[in-house]
């Protein structure tokens, strides 16, 4: 269990450093505003995958408070991270590509967390993930588009 949260908390520092040191390419307002929407949509998720269907869980099956602060430290900086160096301006083939290359690190860090036993999988898999990630990373970048027009007419 120590090793599962050495693990989880050095992933959250080391994303928030990198955040905090970065170059900042999207506003505060669209940090914020793409944060609380990326914790929407994976509470979604794990109510449904998790919850009601017991496909993964972190931890211990069912709901667990020792999950919160670990999700609400990595999830925000992942979220913030992935639209900070979005390619908005490359090509398609460079913006695809990005998704990809974000999707396979982030089931590397989900093998990994699956090591640690901070994540576990009951009847879903990494193929499941590989599927996934990358019409997630896509939906948090539509929802970036969304907020940006959102301010534009306000």
């Known amino acids: 269990m120590l090793l599962t949260h050495i693990v989880t908390y050095s ?8 955040v905090i040191f970065s170059k900042k390419h999207i506003s505060k ?6 944060t ?10 794990n ?13 211990n099956k069912g709901v667990d408070w020792a999950t919160l602060p670990a999700l ?3 999830f925000p900086a992942v979220n913030i991270l992935f639209l900070n160096f979005y390619p908005f301006t490359k090509s398609i083939s460079k913006q695809i590509l990005y998704i990809l ?7 590397s860090f989900e093998w990994i967390y699956l090591q640690t036993e901070f994540f576990y999988h009951n009847g879903w ?3 499941y993930s590989f599927l996934s990630y990358p019409w997630i990373f896509y939906i948090l970048f539509l929802n970036l588009r969304i907020i940006r027009k959102l301010l534009k007419s306000s």
């Open 11 to 18: 992933t959250g520092i080391m994303f928030w450093l990198i």
């Open 29 to 34: 307002m669209e940090m914020y505003t793409s």
């Open 36 to 45: 609380f929407f990326a914790l929407y949509f994976e509470l979604l998720a």
């Open 47 to 59: 109510v449904i995958l998790d919850l009601k269907y017991d496909l993964y869980g972190y931890f």
């Open 72 to 74: 609400l430290v990595i």
């Open 101 to 107: 290359i974000c999707s396979i690190i982030g089931i």
């Open 125 to 127: 898999s990494l193929w």
